[in-house]
């Protein structure tokens, strides 16, 4: 049975899934350091979720060395396992509990912050929030109230009895799958009305879109515990351990999904770094097009024409942003921006095809 053991696998898996929250959680304080903002609560929500998910990764580390993934058969000789087992499972119910409870209230504070103008949204916002919190308080009761007395939840020997615990498990997650689905898509139909272009639209609501991926595992879940169920449920330290191995990636991944919204400020530093901007100027040589130079205009303004075309621009528009009015000016080969490269970095977005400029919402 020893080729049986899913222990290494179960630590590995869980392993990479919390090395990748980490890099996210890490990227999110780069990006903030470099936008040079404060501390928002969905920021110290994330923290107190990594907490837990730290948490929850060791326990399940400690449940391996504790039989977590082996068969039952196999600990007979060391029997006080299956009580430290049994403990074990009890504090990875809570801390997944409160870790997908934290990522779930960093994901809606930042929307109230992304979506503040929308007051449909925001209301929407703040009802799931008391939903999560409702949903944690019936996970807690459910964990320490099933079995009476507390203790018999891992020790069988002792007088007590347990309520059903397929039905309270079932209703539980079922709940936390309805949650999970619900938050995901909350935004999409805002996101569906903004006056963007429609690749980067999608790509938007795509990037939201990639926590109802967490409603995957949540359905996983509940497939792998009907499943536990057809197993005797004397070796659940083996036909369980799939199940318990979802339970750590599912906040993992979310948190991971979570931190995305907030990394562009690193995508824009890496899009105009000098190793992609000589990409840039090789790409459009290799397949026929014009090659772009930056030269200097009139006044000391940037102008970004291909070569060999640099006269005929005309103006098209006056934008006027920060009390500044710029010019924007075209040609059929060309692009002049007076005000210097800043004019391209304002909070404004080309509505296309009609170029007209509009602000975000």
């Known amino acids: 049975m020893a080729s049986d053991n899913q222990g290494p696998t179960i630590i590995a898996v869980t392993a990479v899934f919390w090395s990748l929250a980490v ?3 890490g990227l999110r304080f780069w990006a903030l350091h470099m936008r040079k903002r404060k501390i ?3 920021d110290l929500w994330i923290l107190l979720g990594f907490i837990c998910s730290t948490a929850l990764f060791i326990s399940m580390i400690i449940s391996v060395q504790n039989g977590l993934g082996r068969h039952a058969v196999e600990l007979i000789s060391t029997p006080w396992k299956f009580t430290i087992f049994g403990k074990l499972l009890i504090s990875i119910q809570i801390l997944w509990c409160f870790s997908m409870t934290s990522v779930r209230m960093s994901i809606l504070n930042l929307y109230t912050h992304i979506f503040s103008s929308n007051d449909k949204l925001r209301i929407a916002c703040h009802v799931m929030t008391a939903v999560c919190l409702l949903w944690t308080t019936g996970e807690v009761l459910v964990v320490f109230l099933l079995c009476r007395p507390f203790a018999f939840n891992w020790d069988k020997t002792i007088p007590g009895k347990c ?3 397929n039905v309270a498990y079932l ?7 309805v949650v999970d689905s619900t938050i995901a898509l909350m935004p999409l139909p805002v996101l569906y009305k903004l006056t963007m272009p429609i690749g980067r639209k999608i790509g938007v609501m795509l990037m939201f879109g990639l926590g109802a991926s967490i409603c995957a595992i949540a359905i996983a879940r509940i497939a792998l515990y009907q499943l536990a169920l057809q197993y005797d449920q004397a070796d659940f330290t083996y036909s369980g351990s799939l199940l318990y191995l979802f339970s750590a990636m599912e906040p993992m991944m979310g948190m991971s999904l979570a931190c995305l919204p907030l990394l562009r400020p690193i995508g824009d530093a890496a899009s105009t ?7 840039k100027e090789l790409v459009p040589s290799s397949l026929g097009g014009p090659s772009w130079n930056r030269t200097k ?8 024409v291909p070569t060999g075309s640099e006269e005929g621009l005309q103006p098209i528009t006056h934008v006027t942003i920060g009390g500044t009015e710029h010019k924007i000016w075209v040609a059929p080969n060309a692009v002049h921006v007076t005000g210097g490269q800043k004019a391209l970095k304002t909070d404004k ?4 095809p009609s170029l007209e400029m509009t602000d975000r919402p």
């Open 163 to 165: 309520g059903n615990l």
């Open 273 to 279: 770094s000098p190793i992609v901007n000589w990409v």
């Open 171 to 177: 209703l539980v997650h079922s709940s936390n799958f």
């Open 40 to 42: 928002l609560a969905h």
């Open 23 to 25: 890099i996210a959680l």
């Open 297 to 304: 205009g009139s006044g000391g303004n940037d102008r970004y």
């Open 349 to 352: 977005q080309w509505k296309e």
